[in-house]
């Protein structure tokens, strides 16, 4: 009897746990739609560079030396959408890119600087001779 | 270091600069514009004029916020430059950012996608009754002056194009003046348009895009209406199918879920995500031995998305497979 009884509750237990699986159990599997577009570049990648140009030591100590602050940046370029980071991204590879930095590092970070900083946050006017839009 | 952070110039710059003379010694008729009149595209209307457009006067320098509010009113916003100004207003450069524009639009729940660099499908645009806000250089490639405003008509015959523009409730230009100015911006224009209109020379990748960036941004109803007016231009578009069950599934209504992913599968067999989510959402509705071969399929197809058709598969199998190891607990 009480055998009986053991038997029919773990076969409860067992029912009712599979039956409450389906509901509860897997979450998250889905594969969301901006990762759908066959052959578009993962959006990761683009920020990931990004995120890695803000992050070597050449780029924040040029930001330091403009007054900006590289925590500051790194949040603006979360903010972004993706596309808009690629924009960003973009302008990177026409950078000069390789192993003599020097003068070059520093109109790449100009350049990045007036885009990202500048611009973005409106913390300094760094290009004192553009002309206002009208 | 003259590069403008505003714009990108795509077109070679002397030959922007060659343009601006002939402007100044006479106005020719500038290349784009050329092409349209010798040959006008297919379609494309003698003249429109775009009904609706409020005219807010810029102040001091802030004709994004200006022309971002006129725009999106007409679309059916109830803005003001004012608010809008935080959003796109660089005080430290007394402008505004291209990207920003864009940004601000799809944030208020507008569809906002960039045109072609192309005198006519900016003219199309028109036509179809979609105001276009236009970046303009109104100085040199090398003392610029950047402008943003709002076009709402042309006439083809009389050369002429009109524009909301700085404190000109009507600025009705030469087109060839227009196309200079317009040239030294890299031909920069964009759309904000309500979800569920279709832009006239929309492409269905820049289109899909822009209401994806919409999903992500969390703006789902109107994702859902842009995902719903491009499958009527494109009805097996996937992205489209996937958005619209993702957003459906994101509700908690999974029958529309499963019927978006099941026309996904359906006109994409070899589709990772649409067989992945169907697998998911089938699992969710119960039925388990259907989301299980959904799963095995999605996960045997390969790619860049295999990881996470083999994680949906390993799920869904861990437990399911549990009731036959319960014999062994009694």
């Known amino acids: 009897m009480q055998t009986t009884q053991r038997i029919i509750a773990r076969m409860l237990i067992v029912s009712l746990a599979w039956a409450g699986m389906p509901a509860t159990a897997v979450h998250a599997a889905l594969i969301p739609t901006d990762q759908v577009a066959a052959g578009r570049a993962s959006p990761a990648t683009s920020r990931d560079r990004v995120h890695a140009f803000l992050a070597r030591a050449d780029v924040r100590a040029e930001m330091e030396r403009n007054g900006v602050d590289p925590q500051a940046a790194d949040a603006r370029v979360a903010a972004l959408s993706d596309a808009e980071v690629d924009v960003l991204a973009g302008k990177l590879d026409s950078l000069p890119a390789g192993g003599d930095f020097g003068g070059i590092v520093g109109a790449a970070v100009f350049i990045f600087l007036v885009l990202l900083i500048t611009d973005l946050l409106g913390l300094t006017k760094v290009f004192s001779f553009t002309r206002p839009i009208k | ?330």
């Open chain 2, 1 to 330: 270091m003259t590069l403008p952070a505003w714009s990108y110039t795509r077109g070679p710059r002397r030959l922007a600069a060659a343009g601006l003379l002939l402007l100044v010694l006479g106005g020719c008729a500038t290349p784009q514009l050329q092409e349209i009149i010798d040959d006008r595209p297919a379609g494309l209307a003698p003249s429109a004029s775009v009904a609706g457009v409020p005219f807010y006067p810029q102040e001091d320098y802030q004709c994004g916020p200006a022309a971002l509010a006129m725009t999106l009113n007409a679309a059916g916003a109830a803005l003001t430059v004012q608010e809008l100004v935080p959003q796109v207003w660089l005080p430290g450069r007394k402008g505004s950012l291209q990207v920003e524009m864009v940004a601000a639009a799809r944030s208020h729940g507008f569809l906002a996608l960039e045109l072609h660099p192309s005198l006519a499908d900016l003219l199309r645009e028109l036509s179809a009754g979609h105001p276009v806000i236009v970046l303009q250089n109104l100085g040199l490639d090398w003392y610029p002056v950047w402008h943003y405003s709002v076009a709402i008509g042309y006439d083809l015959d009389a050369g002429r194009i009109a524009l909301r523009s700085g404190r000109a409730q009507l600025e009705d230009l030469p087109l060839t003046t227009f196309e200079h100015t317009w040239a030294r911006s890299g031909r920069w224009a964009m759309l904000a348009l309500r979800p569920g209109s279709l832009p006239a020379t929309a492409v269905a990748d820049e289109y899909l895009g822009a209401a994806v960036q919409l999903e992500s941004g969390g703006q789902l109803q109107a994702a859902r209406s842009a995902y719903t007016a491009g499958l009527e231009r494109w009805p097996d578009a996937l992205v489209a199918l996937m958005g619209l069950g993702n957003i459906a599934y994101a509700s908690g209504q999974l029958a529309d879920a499963e019927a978006a992913f099941r026309r996904a599968a359906a006109a994409h067999p070899d589709s990772v995500a649409a067989l992945n989510n169907l697998a998911q959402t089938l699992y969710d509705r119960g039925r388990v031995k259907e989301a299980r071969s959904t799963a095995r399929r999605a996960a045997g197809i390969g790619g860049r998305l295999q990881p996470a058709a083999r994680h949906t598969l390993e799920l869904i199998e861990a437990h399911t497979t549990r009731p036959v190891a319960a014999p062994n607990w009694r």
